[in-house]
């Protein structure tokens, strides 16, 4: 079972997840880890030992020294975020979901 600080914290927002109706993306979304990390120079992310390349899309040219989240999913999918944008998909290799994006290393 899990420890009560985490129950506290688990709770409402399973019943909130309830409330909506349940949509598994959502529940997703809420239950995977994440971790902040800055941008560099080659406009990579670097996470655990992959480089995660962002590619260029119709808000910014590059992401060069922003702080962005990567997410990581209970599949081990991983996904790049600034704010509410998600700004690329991979799987648990650093491999780009659904483009022609490649791990850069």
Sequence with gaps: MFPEPILV???PVILAWF???G???DITEILCEHF???VGN???V???GKKLQIPADRHRM???KVKVRVHRYPDGNLAVFHGPRCLARYDAQGVGIG???LAAA
Excluded: A, Q, T
Aim: aromatic share 12%; charged share 30%.
């Design 9 to 11: 914290w688990l709770k």
């Design 19 to 21: 409330r909506s109706g």
């Design 23 to 25: 949509n598994s993306h």
């Design 36 to 38: 902040e990390r800055c």
């Design 42 to 44: 080659d406009n990579c």
């Design 46 to 48: 670097s996470f655990e």
């Design 62 to 64: 590059h992401y060069v």
């Design 99 to 101: 483009s022609k994006l």
